[in-house]
């Protein structure tokens, strides 16, 4: 992943917030530069258009967290941790909402997913298809060792994820309008630990003699 310094780091973290803020289409070159107190054409030195910044993001959301919440583990290596992965995830998903930079990149992953055909494929192919499958083979791994109740396991994969990102969503909202975030960043670890206890294999009851 190219690291940007200087200028162009200035031009990228610029358009990324006015991007998050109004959206793609709605932001022009002109304002990026206005933003940054640069001329219009400094910024073509550095991004031939505005689509190449919008590129510039995309690749850094396809090495953020949003994207790598198994930090490129492969599922014969973690599913044996049990209730452990599960709270992972959920933690990841957590800090991202409070790290500045992630919390922009999801801000506008979110605002351009229906407007940009280029996120909606980055989204599915580089989201689903890499992380709600990879949580599935982890989940079937678990059923094979007798750790979890059988079932469908790409079911349980998005069931898990879903209310992780309405809660990342419930706190950039409530981010956005300057209210408190601390009851809403106690359910991941509830959700998670709430997950566990219903698909984890139960010891069967003994029985008592009176």
Known sequence: ???????KLKIFETALKLFA???????????????????????YNHFKSKEAILDAIIEQLSHS??????ENKEPQDVYKKGRGVL??????????TYDTKTDLLFRFLMQELFNNSKLRVFYNEDFYQKNVKKLSAIFFMMMQD?????????????EFFSPLFF???????????????????TLF??????????IKIKEPKQETLF
């Open 189 to 198: 670890e509830k959700h998670a630990e709430f997950f566990w206890e219903k």
């Open 21 to 43: 803020q109004q959206g793609y289409k709605a932001t022009t070159m002109r304002q990026i530069a206005k933003e940054i107190g640069i001329q219009q054409s400094a910024i």
């Open 65 to 70: 967290y949003l994207i790598n919440v198994f």
């Open 146 to 158: 007798e750790m979890i109740e059988s079932m469908d396991p790409l079911f349980l994969a998005n």
């Open 1 to 7: 992943m190219k690291k940007f310094t200087g200028t």
């Open 87 to 96: 709270k992972n995830i959920a933690n990841i998903f957590k800090l991202m």
């Open 167 to 185: 809660y990342q969503l419930q706190i950039t909202r409530l981010k956005a309008d300057n209210q408190s975030t601390s009851a809403a960043a």
